[in-house]
């Protein structure tokens, strides 16, 4: 398992800086809870000047499990920006299947509007297939600040859909962004969600 996470990693970062027209990002997630154990989550991305775009995550289908997504990326730059980026994927680890995705990003002026989601079916078993969705919605008024909702959406097969709604601020420091995101803030189920990103 190491050692196959280690050559997907090294795949992606061997692709970082071929052109000067692509997009790369590493994410750095950690969740803390009163009920879970700590967990760090990262997700490294990256698009190329035609599109095609690359992506692994690991703990973020099921702990100690790793995902490798592969899509086409379709964006465009204007007063109303948007990128959308359908994809397939491959999750093995301790959870084992396959996924099929979609991120999709908007901005206006300075209002902005993410949405992260996916279906997720196991080779083991279909009562442990899962569709999941997380959404975010903010205001910029500067470059360095911005602050929103956020809800994250959870559909076990055959099971009741569970919603978590959050309030999240972030900031960036020229290509870094730190999110800081706070679900279920006024219950005593609260968790936490801090991020270290960089893209260029």
């Known amino acids: 398992m190491k050692k196959t996470l280690l050559i997907i990693i090294w795949s992606i970062l061997m ?3 071929v052109n000067a027209q692509t997009k790369t990002g590493i994410e750095n997630y950690s969740f803390k809870s009163s009920s879970e154990p700590y967990l760090w989550m990262p997700i490294i991305h990256r698009t190329g000047k035609k599109g095609l775009h690359t992506e692994f995550r690991y703990n973020y289908e099921e702990r100690k499990t790793a ?3 592969i899509g086409k990326n379709f964006s465009r730059d204007s007063t109303l920006s948007y990128s959308i980026t359908p994809m397939l994927g491959w999750v093995f680890g301790q959870y084992n299947g ?3 995705a979609l991120n999709a990003d908007a901005d206006y002026k ?5 949405v992260q989601t996916q279906y997720t079916v ?3 078993s279909a009562a442990e297939n899962f569709f999941y969705t997380w959404a975010e919605t903010g205001y910029q008024p500067v470059d360095w600040f911005y602050a929103g909702v956020s809800t994250q959406l959870t559909k076990v097969h055959k099971e009741k859909a569970v919603a978590e709604y959050g309030v999240l601020v972030g900031f960036n420091i020229k290509k870094i962004t ?3 995101y706070v679900f279920s803030p006024f219950s005593k189920e609260r968790n936490f969600i801090v991020g270290i990103n960089v893209e260029w």
């Open 178 to 180: 730190v999110p800081v």
């Open 15 to 17: 692709q970082l800086n």
């Open 67 to 69: 995902s490798v997504y």
């Open 98 to 100: 396959g996924s099929v």
């Open 110 to 114: 300075k209002i902005f509007v993410s």
């Open 122 to 124: 196991s080779k083991n």
